[in-house]
């Protein structure tokens, strides 16, 4: 399977813990993003890499969310300190750098905090 | 202003019904158009670009229009499989990709 890649697919876990998201993109592609996305509303941009470097983070995005791309492959999305309102489906997805590329998704991982 | 505004819905046609939806954007830097569709529980997939001369494809169409930062896309004779909801995406010039809340089109026997 090469498509984009998103473990754990379902996170349950109790408030004010730490939580940790992996996201493996496309080989080939440079971009990578992370959204959020809860019932009824589009997918809300959280982050976005170019290779290794986080180009554009989110104004709405609190400092307990931090995102990683440490070799220009795969992400990481920690948020700690976890509250009920993280309670979202995180989505990751790829693209190459071309103008009017398509960015592929991944199922995303669901995060319950309870 | 949002930075992308989508038509709220949902919408409900019958089978065989043309249904329009319409998508403001507001950083006029924007330079990558598209729409997307998402079924119940599953990933946003492209289903279209929106390029500026307007672009079909069988029974979709898109059109933007720069200078009032609009882009709509029209379903023809629609069918059952339809059903999903319908993102708005627009592109910045740093790269991002920014989503409309969607339209939720539900098409009825």
């Known amino acids: 399977d090469t498509g984009v890649s998103q473990d754990p697919r379902h996170k349950i876990t109790k408030r004010g813990q730490n939580v940790t998201f992996r996201c493996d993109p496309i080989s080939e592609h440079n971009r990578l993003y992370w959204y959020r996305q809860t019932l009824g509303q589009g997918p809300e941009f959280l982050t976005y890499?170019?290779?290794?470097?986080?180009?554009?983070k989110s104004r709405l995005l609190s400092d307990r969310f931090s995102a990683e791309r440490p070799k220009g492959s795969f992400s990481t999305l920690e948020i700690q300190r976890t509250e009920q309102g993280d309670s979202a489906m995180y989505l990751c997805?790829?693209?190459?750098?071309?103008?009017?590329?398509?960015?592929?998704f991944g199922q995303g991982t669901r995060l319950t905090v309870v | 202003r949002k930075e992308v505004e989508q038509d709220p819905g949902p919408f409900n046609v019958p089978e065989g019904a043309t249904v329009a939806f319409n998508c403001t954007y507001s950083?006029?830097?924007?330079?990558?158009f598209f729409w997307y569709r998402q079924d119940c529980r599953k990933e946003p997939k492209l289903l279209m670009s929106v390029y500026s001369s307007g672009n079909e494809d069988g029974r979709f169409t898109a059109q933007l229009n720069r200078a009032s930062q609009y882009i709509s896309l029209l379903i023809r004779d629609s069918k059952l499989s339809d059903s999903a909801t319908y993102l708005c995406v627009v592109q910045g010039s740093q790269g991002n990709l920014i989503f409309g809340k969607g339209t939720k089109l539900s098409v009825k026997p």
């Open positions: 950083n006029s830097a924007s330079q990558s």
């Open positions: 890499f170019q290779n290794e470097a986080q180009l554009e």
């Open positions: 997805a790829s693209s190459s750098i071309r103008v009017y590329t398509e960015a592929f």
